[in-house]
């Protein structure tokens, strides 16, 4: 069973930088190797809905973002340590969340497409 386990969080002050990183171990039940996957990032705030944040399609590192992050967030990935990172830059306050990792078939950021998700971090911003 693929596990994917994050880290990373933290509390920075308002305009500061974090570096999230999500790593995969096991093997996905479907047989297919992790570069078939698309790893993506979503985040819950309290009292709101998870959104999703950005993707990365393992096949071809082809990457998403959601538009309140572009410019801000950039995520990459190294194959060889199975990791997935998510540098957020620019921080504020509405980005305080839960971040999770999870790994599925789509870059649509639909939460249902998801079948592996990581427990999450915690990300505070203090203004």
């Known amino acids: 069973q693929l596990q994917l386990v994050e880290s990373g969080g933290g509390e920075v002050q308002f305009g500061g930088s974090l570096r999230l990183s999500c790593a995969a171990s096991g093997f996905p039940a479907s047989g297919f190797p992790l570069n078939y996957y698309v790893f993506c990032w979503f985040r819950q705030a309290p009292g709101k809905e998870r959104e999703g944040v950005s993707c990365i399609k393992s096949s071809d590192d082809s990457t998403y973002y959601a538009e309140f992050v572009k410019g801000r967030f950039t995520i990459s990935r190294d194959n060889a340590k199975k990791t997935v990172y998510l540098q957020m830059n620019s921080l504020g306050p509405e980005d305080s969340a839960i971040y999770y990792c999870?790994?599925?078939?789509?870059?649509?950021?639909?939460?249902?497409?998801?079948?592996?998700w990581g427990q999450g971090t915690q990300v505070t911003v203090s203004s």
């Open positions: 999870a790994a599925g078939w789509s870059s649509t950021m639909l939460e249902p497409l998801y079948e592996y």
